[in-house]
Structure formats: C-alpha cells, structure tokens
C-alpha cells in the first residue's frame, strides 16, 4: 500500500483528542474568530474549536470522515481534494483568524494556506519530519519535513511564536516538526498615554 499525504496516525488519547500542540497554541486565536481545519478528518480540531465558541470550516477530501460532523453546531465541512489541480474551494477573500494543518503535507498549499490567515491569525501545523523512516510510516521523503522547512515556509510573512522540530517517544515513536506562527497586525497599539504597545504572545498558557 502506498502513502499518501494524509498522514493517519493515533492521536495521543484517541481519535478524537486534539493535538497536544494545538491545544497548547489555542488561547492566541482571537475569541470567536473563524478557524480553517484542514485536512480535518473526521473533526478533532474542529470539535474542539467549536467548543471554544469559534465557528469552523473543515476542509478534507474524505466526505464520509466529514459526515461524522453533519449538523455540528458551529462547523461548516467542505469535501475537496486539494491535490487534484482543482481551484481553490473556498472564496477567494476568505480569511480566517486560524489555520489548522496536522498529519498533512502537500507543499504548494503553504502559500495558500498563508494567505488564508486574517490579520492577526494564527497558523499552528504539526507533521512528521526527516528522520521518521527510520521508526516507520510515513518513510516517503515527499511526506517529510526537511531540517527547518517550516520555518521557511512561513518567514517572512509570519512571525514565528514558537517552533519545534525533533523526536517524540510517546505515544508513537516519531519524528515531528511543528510551528505556530502569527500574521501580525500591520498598526501598532497605542495607549491612552501614547505608549506604543508590542504585541504579546502568551507563552505560558
């Protein structure tokens, strides 16, 4: 059987339970903002920002993995495969405050996906990096990350909150490479006193 470039793998706790990273970079997506899953499956990210009160488009080529969200309050699904050459299946000047990418890798789609983050959103991408072939699948080193490649992907349209890429023993042994990255609001913040005001990203959450 080939690989593909969904990258199925037992998320830590079941399969429904978020990703540790995700649920780690969550609090710096604005309350209430939109949120694109993509490659959604079957929905573990976009029940869980559902339940946050955010209003989600889960996007996979899979329909039937998506009928497992049918009239879940909050979440539009949308099947598309996103490999086939075919346009883009969201409106062009949809922009989401974040963009959620786990177990997938199909490079052309970095650029589109940037483009997608409103001002002020939030990518946060987790998926197996260089290195996985020798712990097992995916092997294939079209679905592997290179040694920093998603800090390239990203600089320099993204400020980089937080990025990691090396060895994880549990739940599965894997190699791992994962980033949250934000699309900065272009206007400072001014005080009442006049006091420019950097952005803060809470890394203690």
Not at 118 to 127: D, H, K, N, Q, W
Not at 155 to 178: M, N, S, Y
Request: hydrophobic share 45%; aromatic share 8%.
């Amino acid at each position: 059987m080939s690989e593909s470039t969904v990258l199925a793998v037992e998320p830590p706790g079941g399969a429904l339970e978020p990703s540790r990273w995700v649920k780690r970079w969550s609090h710096l997506v604005a309350a209430g903002g939109t949120v694109l899953d993509v490659a959604a499956g079957s929905g573990r990210h976009s029940r869980w920002f559902a339940a946050r009160g955010h209003r989600v488009t889960a996007l996979d080529r899979d329909a039937a993995a998506l009928a497992a969200m049918a009239g879940m309050a909050g979440v539009e699904t949308v099947t598309a495969d996103l490999e086939d050459g075919s346009r883009w299946p969201l409106p062009a000047d949809s922009r989401f405050a974040a963009v959620i990418v786990t177990n997938y890798l199909h490079r052309p789609l970095f650029p589109r996906l940037i483009d997608a983050l409103a001002p002020g959103g939030v990518l946060i991408y987790e998926t197996f990096a260089a290195g996985n072939e020798t712990v097992g699948k995916p092997s294939n080193p079209a679905f592997l990350l290179a040694p920093g490649e998603l800090l390239d992907a990203v600089r320099p349209h993204l400020r980089v909150v937080a990025f990691q890429d090396g060895f994880l023993a549990t739940p599965r042994a894997a190699f791992v490479q994962r980033i949250c990255a934000v699309r900065e609001v272009e206007s400072p913040v001014i005080e009442a006193k006049g006091a420019v005001v950097p952005p803060r990203y809470d890394l203690a959450s």
